[in-house]
T-cell receptor
Framework: EAGVAQSPRYKIIEKRQSVAFWCNPI?????LYWYQQILGQGPKLLIQ????????DSQLPKDRFSAERLKGVDSTLKIQPAKLEDSAVYLC????????????FGPGTRLTVL | AQSVTQPDIHITVSEGASLELRCNYS??????LFWYVQSPGQGLQLLLK????DTLVQGIKGFEAEFKRSQSSFNLRKPSVHWSDAAEYFC????????????WGAGTKLIIKP
């Protein structure tokens, strides 16, 4: 069974630029999560999808961050414009359904904003 | 507010020695508790979880954890560590009243001495 795929693995941009991250969850997994992990901290949930609908985006900075999962499979997370404090690892995870089921994580995208 | 505290940023143990990683949580309702491991270059992986019942839970890779309600703790243990256990370990609490969101600790980095 293929795991959660993310790309790119690394990205370096200047502040005020835009960036997008892509995630392909495990086949058949209905629930998809995007997390932000700042160095020295645990992951912080940004947004949770159930199929192609948003379940929870309460911690997503909506003035600059957006995410979509149009067909209920792949997802993209965008930052526009980026700030220095957005430097972090962005993790995508999926689980078979909502609830406290095991979340399977991708390797993450390390973003550096200069 | 809900929180998870992992008091030790780093822990160094000798190969073959026993290990205990501490986790304390603050949450008013019944906690759902998790331990995840993040090995270098790999995604987070679930080690074990506690929902209810026996307060001593067994996980993968020889790990176990004990839930102590009176101490609001969920410490992770292993009787004998191997060099391959070197990784970062994260404790998380699931919020049953908030879209099944996980609140994560800051992690403990485990270093193994040969």
């Amino acid at each position: 069974e293929a795991g959660v795929a993310q790309s790119p693995r690394y990205k370096i941009i200047e502040k005020r630029q835009s960036v997008a991250f892509w995630c392909n969850p495990i086949s058949g997994h209905a629930t998809l999560y995007w997390y932000q992990q700042i160095l020295g901290q645990g992951p912080k949930l940004l947004i949770q999808f159930q199929n192609n609908g948003v379940v929870d985006d309460s911690q997503l900075p909506k003035d600059r961050f957006s995410a979509e999962r149009l067909k209920g499979v792949d997802s993209t997370l965008k930052i526009q414009p980026a700030k220095l404090e957005d430097s972090a690892v962005y993790l995508c995870a999926s689980s078979s359904r909502r609830g406290f089921n095991e979340q399977f994580f991708g390797p993450g995208t390390r973003l550096t904003v200069l | 507010a809900q929180s998870v505290t992992q008091p030790d940023i780093h822990i160094t143990v000798s190969e073959g020695a026993s290990l205990e990683l501490r986790c304390n949580y603050s949450y008013g309702a019944t906690p759902y508790l998790f331990w995840y491991v993040q090995s270098p270059g790999q995604g987070l992986q679930l080690l074990l979880k506690y929902f209810s019942g026996d307060t001593l839970v067994q996980g993968i890779k020889g790990f176990e954890a004990e839930f102590k309600r009176s101490q609001s703790s969920f410490n992770l243990r292993k009787p004998s560590v191997h060099w391959s256990d070197a990784a970062e370990y994260f404790c998380a609490v699931g919020l049953s009243d908030s879209n099944y969101q996980l609140i994560w600790g800051a992690g403990t980095k485990l270093i193994i001495k040969p």
